[in-house]
């Protein structure tokens, strides 16, 4: 069960130093990305930096990097057990995240970092992440409808609750695309508490340096937020412009427009789309990408989709079925220290997916059975394209059982 509030992380994170200065970042969509931009920069500016995003893809400590690399095994479980003793000790009863974001806070003491990077999980103002003690800069990102049963049905009650993260004389970057009623909203309030908001901006001679045609417009609005605030935290009189340019170029994102290799499951030699759009914004601009990319001379695309229990399923399939799709509904499995996030059912999913026009023969209900779906995706699909797609726990799944598919091979290489 989410139970949002800052009593309990705040007794969890008592005895748990923060020296490190904190660029938070709230939103809707592009949270991730942004968090993965801010951190590439940094730590190509020799930065000693941290970055907690959520939720974790394949193992629980895979959400927390220092210096670009997943914290160790042993340095996270080690952190771990000092919260969860704190947890018992002091009977506090945190929550699976408030207990994950202590974990984060007492590894990034343990590895002396100079700056870490939060997403925030869910909200902003009453989210566990927001008992953060030293923010150099607060980033609120494109912001919709999502998770409207804790924050609000409007997306201007909505942008309430992420506005929660900023602090008085810390600057907040939002991202220039938001509506002229989200602006106001976070306006209104930085004016409350004594800030300013900073509109993120491509007018910078380091973007002028990137092809903006390599991005997507969505990606090259969440570039354009997290130069903006890196621009703001970083306050070191040397340059380090010439040092951010490949750390962009070269960044990876799972789970966010990835290519993937699927023949290790399915024996398909072509690669794949992943991609975790949950909600209506980003099924958009996924939907956008494939029609540009994917869909050429007019070709058909195959879907392997999952969803939580509660998404807007019409609003998400719509941009992303056309007639002549074909479609494999699936359930992700149970999802680690989250047990009220439960899948969707397959024959819901399909109901929708003939509501938009899809024909029933070219859908395949294969219940929680993911290999299963990416044989028959691999099967209809031929050579055309295939997208995964709907959750970003549906994400996770897929990347776990890859890694399962390729352990005996690699082990037998000796890797």
């Not at 907690?52 to 210096?67: E, K, V, Y």
């Not at 779906?373 to 050579?383: D, S, Y």
Request: charged fraction near 25%; hydrophobic fraction near 40%.
């Amino acid at each position: 069960m989410i139970e949002l509030g800052l009593g309990r992380i705040s007794r969890l994170l008592r005895h748990t130093p923060q020296s490190w200065k904190a660029i938070h970042v709230a939103g809707t969509n592009g949270k991730g990305t942004i968090c993965a931009y801010l951190s590439a920069m940094l730590h190509a500016s020799g930065v000693r930096c941290g970055r907690f995003t959520s939720p974790h893809l394949i193992d629980r400590w895979d959400c927390i990097t220092i210096n670009e690399q997943t914290v160790k095994e042993s340095v996270f479980m080690e952190a771990e057990d000092i919260v969860s003793k704190r947890n018992r000790t002091e009977n506090i009863e945190a929550s699976e995240f408030e207990l994950l974001t202590a974990t984060a806070f007492e590894v990034f003491a343990r590895e002396k970092i100079g700056m870490g990077v939060v997403e925030v999980g869910l909200g902003g103002r009453l989210d566990a992440t927001n008992a953060m003690e030293n923010k150099a800069v607060t980033v609120i990102s494109k912001i919709g409808l999502d998770h409207q049963s804790f924050l609000g049905n409007t997306i201007e009650e909505i942008a309430r609750q992420k506005a929660g993260i900023m602090r008085p004389g810390v600057p907040c970057v939002l991202d220039r695309t938001n509506p002229p009623s989200v602006r106001k909203v976070v306006e209104d309030y930085a004016k409350e508490i004594g800030t300013e908001v900073v509109l993120s901006s491509t007018e910078s001679s380091f973007l002028d340096e990137l092809p903006e045609e390599d991005f997507e417009p969505h990606q090259w609005e969440n570039l354009a937020c997290a130069y903006t605030a890196f621009h703001l935290a970083y306050t070191k009189l040397e340059s380090p412009l010439h040092r951010l340019l490949p750390a962009i170029q070269n960044i990876t994102w799972p789970g966010r427009l990835q290519t993937l290799d699927i023949r290790s499951v399915t024996g398909r030699s072509e690669l794949v789309l992943l991609d975790g759009a949950h909600n209506v914004q980003s099924a958009e601009a996924l939907g956008a990408y494939v029609n540009r990319r994917l869909r050429t001379d007019k070709r058909k695309v195959t879907w392997v989709f999952a969803a939580s229990q509660g998404k807007e399923l019409e609003g998400i399939l719509k941009p992303l079925l056309h007639q002549g799709d074909c479609i494999a509904a699936v359930k992700f499995g149970p999802v680690d220290g989250m047990p009220w996030v439960q899948a969707m059912e397959p024959q819901d999913i399909l109901s929708a997916a003939s509501a938009s026009g899809v024909d029933t023969s070219q859908m395949y209900n294969s219940d929680d059975d993911l290999s299963g779906a990416l044989r028959w995706a691999t099967t209809v699909a031929g050579e055309g394209p295939l997208v995964i797609a709907g959750s970003l726990y549906l994400v996770s799944d897929v990347l776990r059982l890859l890694r399962s598919a390729e352990q005996p091979k690699n082990e037998l290489l000796g890797q």
